[in-house]
């Protein structure tokens, strides 16, 4: 997947070289991102995910124009019981995955401080809120064209990673099903 046609969606960002190349990929689908500070960071502590988006706390105090995020994922991943490397998951599922986190990092950029601090709170405490907050991540994803990915990646979770039956029926609570992607899909594409 050598392609440095996307290296300039990299600036004022930190990208573990081990998944560089899917990242910036992921990135290119969001130019809005491009001027935005970001690190991508391995952090095994992530509780309840593979992956999670946030601003750094510590931009949160001046203009949202400043503001500063991260993307904590963890360097492996268990696929049917066995660890394996994040950058040997299948590249489509990777850019889904990391895309739908910066669908996050949209919504975050629309809230001004104060919202964004109860975001965190409702999202800590409040299920429906949950519910709210991933399937507006996956709609920015699907708005800015990693329909295919996201796809991709609930395909997998679902149904390949062999992820516990607790997980996954956490995911169909909480995240777009595949089925309503598609229609959405066939009814933005039958829109042009």
Excluded: C
Aim: hydrophobic share 40%.
């Amino acid at each position: 997947m050598e392609n440095k046609s996307h290296e300039h969606f990299g600036i004022l960002k930190t990208i573990p070289s081990e998944i560089r190349e899917v990242t910036l990929k992921a990135l290119s689908f969001y130019p809005a991102l491009k001027n935005v500070k970001i690190d991508f960071v391995f952090n095994e502590k992530i509780r309840k995910s593979f992956m999670q988006a946030q601003p750094r706390y510590t931009t949160m105090y001046g203009s949202r124009k400043w503001r500063s995020y991260m993307i904590k994922i963890r360097r492996f991943f268990s696929l049917n019981g066995e660890e394996i490397p994040v950058q040997d998951l299948p590249v489509d599922v990777l850019i889904g995955w990391i895309g739908h986190e910066l669908g996050h990092i949209m919504d975050y950029m629309r809230k001004n401080n104060w919202s964004l601090m109860l975001f965190g709170l409702n999202y800590y405490s409040s299920r429906s809120f949950i519910i709210t907050a991933e399937r507006a991540a996956d709609i920015y994803a699907l708005n800015h064209g990693l329909g295919g990915y996201i796809l991709a990646t609930k395909e997998f979770i679902l149904k390949q990673a062999g992820m516990s039956e607790a997980y996954v029926n956490r995911i169909k609570r909480l995240y777009l099903p595949p089925e309503e992607i598609m229609v959405m899909m066939d009814d933005w594409l039958s829109e042009e």
